[in-house]
């Protein structure tokens, strides 16, 4: 039973509790008792860990009753250690990172997202020196600059260089399990280059590999590019444009280019944390909610968002680099800055529901490069999803936000957990999350079927 002064904060605190201690309306919603107040919570230096900056910052969670702490983390294999061990009691998460925890691919344990970060945020990025030669295969328009999407299929002639003399062409991407790997690998595969597999014995990922991808924190990328040992990465923000501030390379292409409004990050708890903590998860859920709201309520929040971002206890990048993405541009090569208002999208197209077909994708990259190394069943991936993906505890706390006054019913989707089938990818393959294995039998590249990496050409 929460204490006194825990049940006097809440009320003074929350809207609902306000509402329910003055008797003003029988249609609020019930009041949470949080089992745990005070919560330590882990993010990566990038753009898209606003949802949390923002609910600390806007006070969303002291509204459910929730102190917390938000603590920057060297990487994202020490961010997922420490929520597993218990030290983080959530983190922002890579959305492949509950998933492959789940089912054993790396560290095994059960871990579970309620929410949604983001849609799109990601960039790749490649040298000076690569974009010149990229360059010569890429039209223009009638002003003279790219045409944009760049497919990978400008970069095919830079790898076969690389390779005829002897040299390997390197990249860089934050985890084996980021939405950046799988988001470069489908597109280097769409333009005919194979970014290499996984095995059970090598968990390199470069089997059979044109281009050799490896993991670099994200806020190391640039300087590994200007140190020449990668020729380009995929990377969030604010390290793409950082590049261009620098002068040192040149963003190509955008995920939201690759995949239109590709969900991105998750907000990950141990399924353990939750069962302990029901009430906690849906506050904690809530104020996310709101934060994603806000962010994309108004240009005047996200000048306050860059501002707040810009700190070092956050992202701790300029505010000039972190605006450049964050209020509706992107700049591609050195004053080629294009209107791209769906670049970061925090709440807009229901962004922060966690649908399992987003999960359901990620693992089909997992299968299609190996890291699944035997077929699965459709059942097996919907079984997966439903595991890790818990609509519940959202539809929970969207209902009590709804209750609250803080959100209207129109927008948390109607949804059996599946989006429509969707073809607005940058090769045109239509996802079904229904199909998974119809949807991995359309690619040229990659694992389908029964196949594993053994049983492939070269």
Not at 180 to 209: I, M
Not at 242 to 248: D, L, N, W
Not at 266 to 284: D, K, L, R, W, Y
Not at 395 to 411: H, P, T, V
Request: glycine share 8%.
């Amino acid at each position: 039973m929460p204490i006194l002064n825990s049940i006097t904060r809440r009320t003074l605190l929350g809207a609902a509790g306000a509402a329910l201690w003055l008797g003003t309306s029988a249609a609020q919603a019930e009041m949470l008792f949080p089992e745990k107040e005070e919560l330590k919570f882990g993010f990566i230096k990038l753009t898209d860990m606003a949802p949390l900056a923002i609910a600390k910052e806007q006070h969303f969670f002291e509204d459910e009753g929730l102190y917390v702490t938000l603590e920057p983390q060297a990487n994202w294999k020490v961010l997922l250690d420490r929520v597993i061990t218990g030290e983080l009691d959530g983190a922002h998460m890579l959305a492949g990172q509950p998933l492959a925890a789940t089912i054993g691919f790396g560290t095994e344990a059960h871990i579970v997202t309620p929410f949604s970060m983001d849609l799109n945020g990601n960039g790749i990025t490649v040298s000076n020196e690569v974009w010149a030669e990229m360059k010569k295969h890429i039209p223009e328009n009638d002003e003279g600059l790219p045409v944009h999407p760049i497919s990978a299929e400008a970069l095919k002639p830079v790898v076969d260089q690389y390779k005829s003399q002897g040299k390997p062409f390197n990249m860089g991407m934050v985890f084996p399990v980021s939405t950046h790997n799988y988001e470069l690998r489908y597109w280097l595969a769409a333009g005919g280059l194979n970014p290499g597999y996984y095995t059970p014995s090598d968990t390199s990922g470069q089997v059979k590999a044109d281009v050799l991808l490896s993991v670099t924190p994200p806020p190391q990328m640039p300087a590994t590019l200007e140190a020449g040992t990668i020729q380009g990465y995929c990377v969030g923000e604010p390290w793409n444009q950082q590049a261009v501030f620098k002068g040192i390379g040149v963003p190509v292409i955008t995920d939201y280019e690759i995949w239109k409004n590709n969900p991105e990050k998750v907000f990950g708890m141990t399924a353990s944390f939750v069962e302990e903590n029901p009430q906690t998860a849906i506050a904690v859920t809530k104020a996310l909610i709101r934060a994603g709201k806000w962010l994309d309520e108004s240009a005047e929040n996200r000048e306050e968002a860059v501002q707040i971002l810009s700190r070092p206890e956050y992202v701790g990048a300029d505010a000039e680099v972190i605006a450049n993405s964050m209020t509706g541009t992107f700049e591609y090569e050195k004053g080629d800055k294009r209107e791209v208002p769906d670049f970061n999208v925090f709440f807009r197209y229901y962004a922060t529901y966690p649908y399992y077909s987003d999960a359901v994708w990620y693992l089909t990259q997992m299968r299609r490069w190996g890291q699944i190394a035997e077929a699965k069943s459709d059942e097996w991936y919907d079984e997966v999803a439903q595991k890790v993906y818990r609509p519940d505890i959202y539809k929970q706390a969207a209902d009590s936000l709804i209750d609250d006054g803080y959100l209207d019913a129109s927008e948390v989707p109607e949804t059996d957990g599946y989006k429509p089938a969707t073809a607005e990818f940058i090769d045109g393959v239509e996802y079904d999350g229904r199909k998974p294995n119809d949807y991995l039998g359309r690619f040229e590249i990659g694992l389908k079927g029964d196949e594993d990496v053994a049983s492939l050409s070269n």
